[in-house]
């Protein structure tokens, strides 16, 4: 295991404050940090009739998931930072790279969805918490 510290990062206000803790306890415990968001591409393909192309909202989803790592990379100045976008379903793409580089610990956003909704659609914090194999910092 790694001294890297992974921050989810999904734009959401859960989200932003996520990104502060991360970068608080990187700071703290001598970390980097590793600032990862998720774009799903298959939420993204059910736009048929849409005026634009799944390639032309895939881009523009990419392209808002980059300036979120670039202005959370900016709250993290003077520690070491990398950003990266995955692909795929929020839960399982973000499982499969911490089982693929075990960093030191994650921390993530609590998104605030009812239970119903959680129950139903999931829930990526709720998700990590149950099947990371590194501790979870889940923030609310």
Known sequence: MDNRIVVCVDGSEAGGRAVEAGVELARGLGSTVD????????QLSGMDGALLTDEQVTGWQVAVRN?????????????ETRCRV???????????DLEHAPPRM??????????????????????????????????G
């Open 35 to 42: 600032f990862v968001a998720v774009v799903d591409l298959q």
């Open 106 to 139: 994650v921390v993530v956003g609590r998104t605030g969805k009812g239970a119903v909704e959680a129950w139903f659609m999931g829930s990526v914090s709720r998700y990590l918490s149950a099947r990371s194999p590194v501790p979870v910092l889940v923030v």
């Open 67 to 79: 300036r979120q790592l670039e202005a959370a990379k900016q709250l993290a100045s003077g520690l």
């Open 86 to 96: 995955l692909q795929g379903n929020a839960s399982n793409a973000l499982h499969a």
